[in-house]
């Protein structure tokens, strides 16, 4: 089982829609969960961070933390054409001090 | 405030020879990490270092693959006696913190064994 996973997609959403991309976590003692954006052929951009259960608002983003499900989330509210990049979902595992990330999404916002 | 500074952005190498990418973290960040990414594919855990110590190298290869992080200079991986499996782009991240979890990655060293 992988530490972290996500469905790789892709996910296409027209503008203005909601995108909902998901990400399950293997260890259960995980503190600290992030979402990250990666555009084709750049690197890796914070977006968003959540450490306790519920939802963390920023701008159109929201995370959305369930730890007895183990299931971390991210909303993107207004879809844009600039969203359309691949997400990775990254958890600090508890057993040691590397970040896991999933293989990512991708999210294709049509005009 | 520079970002995460990584070179080269591209190599080519042939099958044999060595491969050494550097990294210089954010100006204040004692901590690196090492990543590699294939296409298609997520980030894969390789090393984690802080000044002249490595802390935790569990998804480096046993075998070719080094990195050190000096007192003065910036972090170095190394693979040795690259194979044509070893192409891939391989990023670098700085922290402030240890397990922040914000890590600010640079532009990737693309590596093309040929």
């Known amino acids: 089982q992988k530490e972290v996973e996500q469905n790789s997609g892709p996910l296409s959403v027209p503008e203005g829609a909601i995108a909902s991309l998901n990400c399950t976590y293997s260890d259960r003692g995980s503190q600290s969960f992030f979402w990250y954006r990666q555009y084709s052929g750049k690197s890796p951009e914070l977006i968003m961070s959540i450490y306790s259960n519920g939802d963390k608002e920023d701008g159109r983003f929201t995370a959305q933390l369930n730890k007895a499900s183990q299931y971390v989330s991210l909303l993107i509210r207004d879809s844009q054409p600039s969203d359309s990049a691949t997400y990775l979902c990254?958890?600090?595992?508890?057993?040691?001090?590397?970040?896991?990330f999933g293989t990512g999404t991708s999210l294709t916002v049509i005009p | 405030n520079a970002g995460v500074m990584q070179n080269p952005r591209h190599l080519v190498r042939r099958r044999g020879q060595e491969a050494r990418l550097r990294c210089s973290p954010m100006?204040?960040?004692?901590?690196v990490y090492w990543y590699r990414q294939l296409p298609e594919e997520g980030l894969k855990f390789m090393v984690y270092l802080q000044k002249e110590n490595i802390i935790d190298e569990s998804g480096m290869p046993k075998e070719r693959f080094s990195a050190e992080f000096p007192k003065e200079g910036p972090s170095i991986l190394r693979i040795q006696q690259v194979v044509r499996g070893d192409s891939a782009a391989y990023f670098c991240?700085?922290?402030?913190?240890?397990?922040?979890?914000?890590?600010?990655f640079g532009e990737g060293s693309r590596l093309t064994v040929l």
């Open positions: 990254a958890v600090n595992l508890q057993t040691g001090n590397q970040f896991y």
């Open positions: 100006k204040g960040h004692s901590h």
């Open positions: 991240a700085s922290s402030p913190r240890v397990n922040t979890g914000e890590l600010f």
